[in-house]
Structure formats: C-alpha cells, structure tokens
C-alpha cells in the first residue's frame, strides 16, 4: 500500500512546490519612453504598487523608462515574446498591436479640444478594447501627453516652411513618410532615442513634440523654435498580455482596473496642465514661440484637409475613420450623449 501512495504524495509534494514558486515569480515588466521619475513613471509605480499589494507583496513588478527596452514597436514585439508584460505606448506603438487606434492621434488639426478628444475616446472605448483583447492584450488605462508641436533650428510659419527641412519621422510609420514624400516633405525615420543626438548633429533639424516631452529631453537647446498649432494629440494606453492578466489572481486583477483608471486620470488632467508649464519654462530659457496668422493658419488646415483622403483606408481603416468623424459631428452639433 505504501508503495503505491508514495508516488502519489510525491506527486502532490511537486505541485505545491510548483505552486508556490509559480506564486512568488510573478512579476509584470513594464516599458516606456517616459523619463524617470516624470509623471508617467510615477503613475507607472503606482500601478505596480497597488498589483503587489493584491499580491499579497510576492510579486516582482518592474518599470523600465527612457526607452531602455528599445522604441515603441520594440516594445510591443517584447510583450508578444514574454520579455514585457507590459508598456505605456503612444499610437505609434499601439497601432503595432491594433491598427484602428491610429485614428485618435493621426489626424492633423482634426481635434480643437481636449473636450473633443475625450468625448470620441470615451464612445470607441468600449470596442477599441475588445480589439485589443482580440489581440491578446487588456487595457488598463487611457492617458495622453499634449498636443504635438513642431520644434525646429530655424523659424517657420507656413507649411512651405518645413519643405526645406529634414523632420523626424517615427520608423515604424511607413505609410506617414510616404505621404510627406508625396508632398515634398523629407522625413527621416529614427527611433525617439536617437532624437537628440540626430537633431545635435544636423541629420534632422525639425522634431513634431509635445512641449514637455521636449521639455524632458533638451530637443529645445537645438531647436529653439516652436510652432504654435495643437497639430494632433499625442494619445496612449498602458496595456499587459492577455496572459499576465489571466495568471494574476482576481484580487491583482480588480486592483490593476482600479489602479490603471486612476493612473489615466492623473496623467491626462497633469500631463495637460503640464504642457502650459513646459512652453513657459522653455520660454525662458530661450525657446521662440511663433504663431502663425490667420491666413497661415488657413494654409495649415488647407494642408490637413489635404491630408484626410490619404490617410483613410492607409494610415487609419476607413470604418474607424467614419466613425470619428461622426462621434465629432454630433459632438459639434450638440448631439454628445
């Protein structure tokens, strides 16, 4: 008898083992662009906090900021082979995972508020995420970072402009530097980490950035001049594979959800007040702000309406692309519900 109940308690012993090792390795690795210590890593630690506490404090919980795991679409490609858990991703990394999100940030001029921008966020939210899910990925929060500006060596008004400059242009966006081509733009594809030196050393001489952003690097000291336009917002989620969620125990998983939606809360009422700062902080210590007259401003929106018909069914799937433009229609027209 006891030789046949041996195996069995053997078996049993390995699998409590495993069970309590499996308990004590869990951890979520999360990347991001965000410098250390900013807002974003900060709320990052806060959402990692709340997720070993749930945990009962065994869990490991990482945050690597500045872009060490690489750029955006490195990251994306780390979570899908287990290497990330996570990351805080603009659109330029989310569209790697679900291109129709393409449709909140790459849209020139289309957005005149930030009331705009939440109301048709807020109404694709609910299918945006079971995109995602589709995917393999849960979203935890939504989150966004300013409006885009441009920063350049030389001073420009017009988008003649820009023609004679180089511009950093995102390396996974192909079908956005196809388009500038088109219309006698030169972009020149660098990940965001290159940004700095690229700009220091003449291989680019124009940055689209939000203020802060150009804040955090320095972009400001080599080009000290911004336009004044909100070209588009730059908008973003933090996500976790389907598969972290899934072994994180219900407890980790409702403290994720609660922790995840007030992380994108703080970020996006902080980082909007945080773009005013950061123009003014750079102001005085020499950024020129140049805003464009009525009449430029005209050639600006002549250009994105130019745009639109290139962008629908490439850039952004024509189906989404309707749908924001009817979500802004009715928000326009006073039928917001």
Request: hydrophobic fraction near 40%; charge should be positive; glycine fraction near 8%.
């Amino acid at each position: 008898m006891l030789r046949k109940l041996w195996p069995l308690l053997i078996g049993a012993c390995l699998a409590l083992g495993n069970g309590t090792a499996g308990a004590a390795d869990k951890q979520l690795r999360i990347g991001t662009l965000a410098p250390k210590s900013s807002l974003y890593h900060r709320q990052l630690l806060e959402v990692g906090e709340a997720w070993r506490a749930a945990q009962g404090g065994s869990g490991k919980y990482l945050v690597y900021p500045d872009g060490s795991q690489g750029g955006e679409t490195d990251m994306a490609r780390r979570m899908r082979i287990g290497q990330l858990q996570g990351a805080l991703l603009s659109v330029v990394g989310l569209r790697e995972i679900e291109p129709s999100i393409a449709a909140l940030q790459a849209l020139p001029l289309l957005f005149r508020s930030w009331e705009e921008v939440d109301y048709v966020r807020e109404k694709m939210r609910g299918g945006m995420e079971k995109k995602f899910l589709d995917k393999g990925f849960v979203v935890l929060a939504w989150g966004d970072a300013g409006w885009v500006r441009f920063f350049s060596k030389e001073a420009a008004l017009r988008p003649d402009d820009y023609k004679r400059m180089k511009f950093f242009a995102w390396a996974g966006e192909n079908e956005q530097q196809e388009i500038m081509k088109s219309l006698g733009y030169t972009p020149v594809p660098l990940e965001t980490s290159d940004i700095l030196p690229a700009i220091q050393t003449g291989m680019i001489n124009a940055v689209p950035s939000t203020p802060y952003f150009a804040l955090a690097t320095q972009i400001y000291n080599s080009a000290p001049h911004m336009l004044d336009i909100n070209w588009a917002p730059i908008v973003g989620a933090l996500v976790i594979t389907k598969k972290a969620w899934d072994e994180s125990s219900p407890e980790a998983q409702a403290a994720l959800r609660s922790a995840g939606a007030k992380a994108g809360l703080q970020m996006r009422a902080k980082a909007r007040q945080e773009v005013d700062e950061a123009v003014e902080a750079m102001k005085k210590r020499g950024l020129t702000v140049n805003t464009p007259n009525p009449a430029q401003m005209q050639e600006w929106q002549a250009l994105a309406e130019k745009l639109y018909p290139r962008i629908r069914g490439k850039m952004v799937p024509a189906e989404t692309f309707d749908e924001v433009m009817g979500h802004l229609k009715d928000f326009r027209n006073g039928k917001a519900k």
